[in-house]
């Protein structure tokens, strides 16, 4: 008998009859002959709400009581759907992620997991229970405290608990068909994948896609749990994200095995800015100082680029890629060390959107670069920033023209499909 | 340094303003020098929206589920509440049922406490802070499963800890300026009682008044726990229930000696449902058969009242009453007992209702119950039973008669106040 994981977003289960659906295909998984660990996001947008209560009371809601306060969404959607399982004629339990063994640490609102001891769990599965558990949760290993895991908290969750439990994988269920070439939103041929490497899904993660989050691929990388990431809604073989191209077993097929394509999927972000450090003496050190004083303000940059220098003044520009969110504080850290670094100003540009290529197979291929390139002047693209990894070329560009570059960039590598799919598509819940 | 329970009504948390005013009424007693413990009820309709949501994926809810879901309530109030306070500068955390340590029986949705050992609320007010914990829930002692007291279960959470913390006052708050001589939306003049013994509220809980419940104050009373009832809204002195007229503090006034009233009150109940069993034999045994029925149907029984026998048929009826809601339950029992038991027919009539006058001081005024009767009659009330006890008479009538019977005794018996006051009367939250 296997053990399988399933994971369902707040979309899936935002309302009373989104609760009878999950429950279920919920009862099908069990029915083939499988133990079923459920874990679930709270409903629709109860998170937001109760972050709006919090904000009506407190401007800036203490960390533990934030935590206190969220994880009462999930407490509310999974004995919802436990109630509606034994409705269905099959025993279900609910757990809280305290009670599921999630141990994380003390970092309220964005923790991390330490540890999973699901014993609790493993006896509730023997007795023949189906197990709903609190995604997004945890308690503390040192205080005892309720923690949250922050944004795609749940995903997480259930690749922990899958790899705990040694199950055999986490399907991860949304309101989308599965990881796609591109945006089904920007780019109308976009395909839906049908296996991704864990390296090429990280890639895609940390350029923008948004169906599954970078820590939760890495989590099931670092403990080899193939996800299955498909719609709550259909019933169809989604994309499967494993180390190995492994035979897709349907049901009505059989085996089918796949192979790893050239290039997985272009991505983009249009969330992030640009700062450029104007006047910067080009000299040893100059570049470290700058980036100490990001450091030092707990802000993530991302792409970085240094000018070459004039050869009349000596000074050059540095420019770099961030969260949007984080503009104003770089902006704070940088100006408060103006005179340490001893730089001329500071240029800050949030109309700037960044364009992924990723795929295993630009190794082998030397002319992805230069065919990317082409694809982006045909289509009248300026380019302003590139950076490059192994599997990944990635270009920042003006925001207004991300949705034409993506589109072209996604025809000139062969990626279109050959019909127009209907595809709906959303946010994921937590 | 004293220590304070406070209790918060689901009404007096009703939305983000009231959570607010809570906040700085729970800062002002701190500031006075309290070490201030509060339990917090679900915010306003919260607990009816939950069963409504439960309802609608199963009809009848899993006990243990329900429990997971209801107690999603007062983890959102409590941890507003302290935000709330954290944002006025003091010090606050909030606490689950079970991280209070509640410990109750495994019996979902109604439990009962078995023990509390609030280690973390100790260290917690030791450090400072201001302990925010959820009421009406608690964590089953062997099976550590998330566990619901039931209704009013709020009260019993806070007079528990208000025990197990030696607390010098437990201060529960409601919508309501206290303990009134009657319903004040049935008696216009009805007062507010300013001390009342444990013996005297036990029977005017029991007797339908909906302030207090039953075993809150029985908890109260076998741990000696003074409860002040006062409004979350006024500021006001509400009233005080303790084992004896202890003198009440008041800011502006010192001390003031209160007098122990012949007369507590009148309480009224429309809730009960009366079912006479018809043609009984007249003998040993018949009316322990009838009630071994109801007792093993888990119904619980008010009053009981056996006519004489008829001398021509040797045949008796027997009437009790019992809550509307048991009312159906107690008639399939009787009629699968019915042969057994011999009896002719079941007349079951939910057109009564109860009106009860409490006092210790009837014990040693025998003219209570002569004056009593009088006013009903005078009032030209018809009595259909009468069960009393040592402190409390009460008689069943028909339900439409209630209003007038009440304010008729309520007069005779000299509680009305000299002006009609202006009160603001409501449900009391859990």
Request: glycine share 0%.
């Given at each position: 008998m296997g053990l399988v994981v399933q994971k369902y977003g707040g979309s899936s289960v935002a309302d009373a009859e989104g609760i009878k659906r999950v429950a279920k295909r919920i009862v099908e998984a069990k029915k083939n002959g499988n133990q079923v660990v459920v874990v679930v996001s709270a409903m629709g947008d109860t998170t937001d709400e109760l972050i709006d209560l919090a904000e009506q009371v407190s401007p800036i809601p203490a960390g533990r009581e934030l935590d206190m306060l969220l994880t009462a969404g999930e407490r509310i959607s999974m004995a919802l759907l436990a109630m509606a399982i034994k409705n269905l004629g099959h025993e279900a339990q609910s757990f809280t992620g305290s009670q599921a063994g999630v141990i994380t640490d003390s970092v309220h609102n964005k923790a991390r997991i330490i540890d999973v001891t699901p014993g609790r769990i493993r006896t509730a599965l023997d007795e023949g229970n189906i197990c709903i558990v609190a995604g997004f949760q945890g308690v503390s290993q040192d205080k005892k405290d309720i923690t949250t895991l922050g944004r795609g908290g749940s995903d997480t969750t259930a690749v922990a608990l899958a790899a705990a439990l040694d199950a055999e994988v986490c399907e991860i269920y949304t309101d989308v068909d599965g990881v796609f070439t591109a945006d089904p939103r920007v780019v109308k041929k976009a395909r839906k994948i049908d296996w991704i490497s864990f390296e090429d899904m990280l890639e895609l993660a940390s350029s923008g896609?948004?169906?599954?989050l970078h820590r939760c691929v890495e989590y099931a990388r670092r403990y080899n749990i193939p996800i299955h990431v498909r719609s709550s809604f259909s019933g169809l073989q989604g994309t499967w994200v494993s180390s190995e191209p492994v035979a897709q077993k349907t049901q009505q097929q059989g085996e089918t095995k796949v192979e790893q394509a050239i290039i997985s999927g272009v991505a983009h972000d249009t969330s992030e800015a640009k700062i450029t450090v104007v006047g910067v003496p080009d000299k040893p050190g100059e570049a470290a100082s700058i980036f100490r004083a990001i450091a030092d303000a707990e802000i993530n940059i991302d792409m970085v680029v240094q000018n070459v220098s004039a050869a009349s003044t000596g000074l050059t520009d540095i420019s770099f890629t961030l969260p949007k969110s984080e503009g104003r504080k770089a902006i704070d850290a940088l100006e408060k060390a103006k005179t340490a670094i001893g730089f001329d100003s500071l240029r800050y540009d949030d109309q700037i959107g960044k364009i992924s290529l990723v795929g295993a197979g630009m190794k082998t291929n030397p002319g992805v670069t230069a065919d990317f390139f082409t694809a982006l002047s045909d289509a009248g693209v300026n380019i302003e920033l590139i950076s490059t990894s192994e599997i990944r070329i990635s270009v920042v560009t003006r925001k207004d023209d991300v949705p034409e570059a993506v589109r072209a960039v996604h025809t000139a590598f062969g990626l279109d499909s050959e019909s127009d799919e209907a595809v709906v598509y959303g946010g994921t819940g937590r």
């Open positions: 896609s948004k169906v599954l």
